[in-house]
């Protein structure tokens, strides 16, 4: 491997372990859902609307987000978010009152999707010619997994470990905000004296807003934006199959918590590669991968709401529901790929993916308050049947959605093949 190829890749890991370690504190009901419940005095409602104030925030700067990315060294701005993020973990461990909370997971997304994730996507992009950006992003949801199943399982052995209450949870929160800010310092100090992770020269190109300009005239920019749309607002769905194995299958509360971490996290590490590889290797197409990946949910939901409820089933549910989230991880792992399949400007990349999460996750600003208000409003099995089956419709229009990418994706390698033979 020649020093730049080791360069490249040692930029990869520390990039990924950022990914992995940022969104831990705004994602907390993903191991503590159960706990936030009981110790913080959340509804299944308020914590959906917590998630969605998050989300509304977060959706409100994708794009000043991007622009940052365009304009500034993601170098700088990758740990000053992670340091932020950690710092409100501080004050999250204190157990604020809900209008507080409010705000802190609104601050989080300033810090989270604002300030790190569309300068993330960006230096990622970059790492990798047009050929690799599958696997480059496989790679990345990938090894989050790998950092978000060590870092949420060693927080819930602290939870654990100091009683499974109150005090436990306090000590979790605490032990990702250690996280959040050594990791940031750990970048900082590792990318200090590396080239520009976004590939560019040293002379910055004055983009501004005309780079954002142009990537709004981008037609394929807004395809690609509604399928990644179509994939989160299923995989927001997901959160749900942690309350209904305790619920319909009597999982017990500890167990809840490492389900919740495996159905979150671990399957990153398993499905980001394997969605990229397949996409890369097996059908050339990203897109392609997408729109048959979506009509594969539709029998394996069926099966989730055929296998019987109590505690004998507790293995079947927990094996069906863990195949269905498999299925969209892999999903999550390529579906940023087609911005190389339509053609985008590597120069516009920021405001690219900036207005890309704009649209795509959007889902985050309604889909838990949709999917929680259903639980709260039907109690036990006739809500989560309602939560699961507009899951299943969302697949159905994710299925035309990503149909139709694949048409603009083939009409612009036919177009470029014709151009080659004239």
Known sequence: MTAQAKAKWLRFLVLV????TIYKLANLKDAFYIPMQEHMGLTHTQIGALLSA???????LFVVGGFLADRFETRRLIPLGLIGAGGLGLYLASFPGYSQLLVVFSLLAVCADCIFWPSLLKAIRNLGNDDEQSRMFGFLEGGRGVVDTLVAFSALGVFVALGSGAAGL?????????IDISVGALTLFLLRDAPRTDGASSK?????????LEAVRTPGIWLVSLNVFMVYIVYCGLTYFIPYLKDMYQLPVALVGAYGIINQYF??????PSGGYIADKVLRSASRYLKWAFVALLPLMLVILSIPHGESYIYAG?????????????????FWA????????????????????LIGYAPGMFAYIIYGSLLDRFPGEQGYIYVFSLMSVLAVLGVVVSALLQRLVNRRVDAAAAEALA
Do not use: D, H, Q
């Not at 306090?170 to 250690?178: D, G």
């Not at 399957?267 to 980001?272: A, D, I, R």
């Open 204 to 212: 910055r190109e004055p983009l501004g807003m005309a780079g954002l």
């Open 267 to 272: 399957l990153k590490v398993l499905g980001g």
């Open 318 to 334: 927990m094996a069906a529901t863990l195949s269905f989230a498999l299925v969209v991880f892999t999903m999550r792992g390529v």
């Open 17 to 20: 372990l950022g990914g992995g």
């Open 54 to 60: 998050n989300a509304i925030i977060a959706t409100a």
């Open 338 to 357: 087609p911005m190389s399949e339509v053609g985008i400007p590597s120069r516009i990349t920021g405001s690219a993916f900036g207005i890309g999460c």
């Open 170 to 178: 306090k000590a979790a929160i605490l032990f990702y905000s250690a």
